[in-house]
T-cell receptor
Framework: GAGVSQTPSNKVTEKGKYVELRCDPISGHTALYWYRQSLGQGPEFLIYFQGTGAADDSGLPNDRFFAVRPEGSVSTLKIQRTERGDSAVYLC?????????????FGPGTRLTVL | DAKTTQPNSMESNEEEPVHLPCNHSTISGTDYIHWYRQLPSQGPEYVIHGLTSNVNNRMASLAIAEDRKSSTLILHRATLRDAAVYYCILRNYQGAQKLVFGQGTRLTINP
């Protein structure tokens, strides 16, 4: 079946601009996660949704970052007033129910470059 | 979150076994040991997990020390496709759902 998809695959923007990154999870998965991966580092947790609500947003670095999942399926990560330090690969993952035993299935990521 | 320690890189030859070590000396009794790997230009993918006993699946084997302070991921016959960064992650079934990644081990496979 279809895996997790993310669009766009690449996004280049200018400092100060607003960007939206989209994640389509595996159908039927209630849990959705966003991670950020800087060059040479492991992925870093940003936010976790259970259904429509953000169950854990402790990884969001500041209030320029916001994510939504209005219908409990597709999610959008929104970054306002982008900075060069926001450049990274943004990864989305989904899991069936969100327990600590669930396997997380990752998408290919969106590479964000802020000039 | 309990921490894991892995070598930064390892190298092996195609069709030979590979043993990837992970130290987790502060592991708690309710921590499961999970392994994910990340192929080039892809998101991470699940490999295997275990609690106390050794585990086998179609991808790999996981050997867990008796005191659970270390574990080893075993690829029985490495192929070029196994070249990836391998992450050893502790997950507590009573804890948060997020995955906490370290820097992992970059595995290079020589033809």
């Amino acid at each position: 079946g279809a895996g997790v998809s993310q669009t766009p695959s690449n996004k280049v923007t200018e400092k100060g601009k607003y960007v939206e990154l989209r994640c389509d999870p595996i159908s039927g998965h209630t849990a959705l996660y966003w991670y950020r991966q800087s060059l040479g580092q492991g992925p870093e947790f940003l936010i976790y949704f259970q259904g429509t609500g953000a169950a854990d947003d402790s990884g969001l670095p500041n209030d320029r970052f916001f994510a939504v999942r209005p219908e409990g399926s597709v999610s959008t990560l929104k970054i306002q007033r982008t900075e060069r330090g926001d450049s990274a690969v943004y990864l989305c993952a989904s899991s069936l129910s969100g327990t600590s035993f669930d396997t997380q299935y990752f998408g290919p990521g969106t590479r964000l470059t802020v000039l | 979150d309990a921490k894991t320690t892995q070598p930064n890189s390892m190298e092996s030859n195609e069709e030979e076994p590979v043993h990837l070590p992970c130290n987790h000396s502060t592991i708690s009794g309710t921590d499961y040991i999970h392994w994910y790997r990340q192929l080039p230009s892809q998101g991470p993918e699940y490999v295997i997990h275990g609690l106390t006993s050794n585990v086998n699946n179609r991808m790999a084997s996981l050997a867990i020390a008796e005191d659970r302070k270390s574990s080893t991921l075993i690829l029985h016959r490495a192929t070029l496709r196994d070249a990836a960064v391998y992450y050893c992650i502790l997950r507590n079934y009573q804890g948060a759902q997020k995955l906490v990644f370290g820097q992992g081990t970059r595995l290079t496979i020589n033809p």
